[in-house]
């Protein structure tokens, strides 16, 4: 049986493997966020869409899923124990297959990133770098329940929603924009943490040093709840400092629903991880847009 499977094993990947590896359900976060920061930076942007288009597709499909190719290569091992029927560990990519795509859709990142002038390459060249810095040996950054999450929350809301900013803008985005990018990209790495928890097994057989595995289920999801929320009550703060209650109060709204949701997700943290991915994060996203439309009119801060 062993002996067939592995004569049967393809030497060139299927369609729509690679289209499994790069992941597409991953790419709304930065397609979102880009348009976050567009919305935010207070141009029309009818009178840019080319760079509008161009970024959402190099953020979700091109640099995500680059992102997503290069962590399931570098992920293999732990694959084969925590989702065994995931593309590169069933063979359905075969050999270096999965390292060759994510190298060319690095190079084809940096070729669109060019195209969005200064602000748009050095972005990308920095989430490029943070991809790999993620998961490639030596750095490894996703070892860390602390460093990798944190990162990926940076790469996935608040560099793009700073490039879509700096790419309409032409240039450095305000301080209510970076804040905000900021807020959102730190409440993000209990996003992250939360994601961790369908990889506990696998990751704790291979070193890999999630807040799941270290700290325990109960208690990250405790600290990703509190982080989601203490990121979320500082926008709030802050858009009431900028004289824009309206929009504090539709945040401070969807704030409370979701931790309503979280009373739900720390009664059996790793059983409904999913579930609250599904709810609470939705909740999360919508806010960043109220909150991009706050800020778009401010120039400056009081």
Request: charged share 10%; glycine share 10%.
């Amino acid at each position: 049986m062993t002996v067939y499977h592995k004569l049967h094993i393809p030497s060139v990947p299927q369609p729509k493997a690679m289209l499994e590896l790069i992941k597409p359900i991953t790419w709304f976060p930065p397609m979102w966020a880009y348009l976050c920061g567009i919305v935010s930076a207070g141009v029309s942007p009818w009178s840019a869409w080319p760079l509008v288009v161009l970024g959402v597709v190099l953020a979700g499909p091109v640099v995500c899923g680059m992102s997503q190719a290069a962590n399931d290569w570098c992920d293999r091992h732990v694959d084969a124990v925590n989702e065994p029927q995931r593309p590169i560990p069933s063979g359905r990519i075969p050999g270096r297959w999965g390292l060759w795509i994510a190298l060319a859709m690095s190079v084809l990142s940096l070729t669109l990133g060019w195209l969005l002038g200064p602000w748009g390459f050095a972005a990308t060249v920095a989430g490029v770098l943070a991809a790999w810095a993620y998961s490639a040996e030596p750095i490894r950054l996703k070892r860390s329940g602390w460093w990798g999450p944190g990162l990926v929350g940076l790469c996935y809301e608040g560099l793009p929603w700073f490039t879509g900013a700096a790419v309409l803008s032409q240039g450095l985005p305000t301080f209510p924009v970076i804040a905000m990018a900021l807020l959102y990209a730190f409440g993000a790495h209990g996003i992250m943490t939360l994601n961790d928890f369908k990889a506990l097994e696998g990751d704790r057989q291979h070193g890999v040093r999630s807040l799941p595995v270290t700290l325990g289920p109960e208690v990250a999801a405790r600290v990703a709840c509190t982080v989601m929320g203490l990121a979320q009550a500082l926008v709030i703060s802050l858009l009431l400092i900028w004289d824009r209650p309206y929009h504090a109060i539709l945040v401070a709204l969807l704030l409370f629903w979701q931790v309503r949701c979280m009373s739900t997700l720390l009664a059996d943290p790793k059983g409904r991880a999913p579930w609250y991915n599904a709810t609470g994060i939705a909740m999360y996203v919508s806010g960043m847009m109220i909150t991009a439309f706050a800020i778009r009119t401010l120039d400056s801060v009081p």
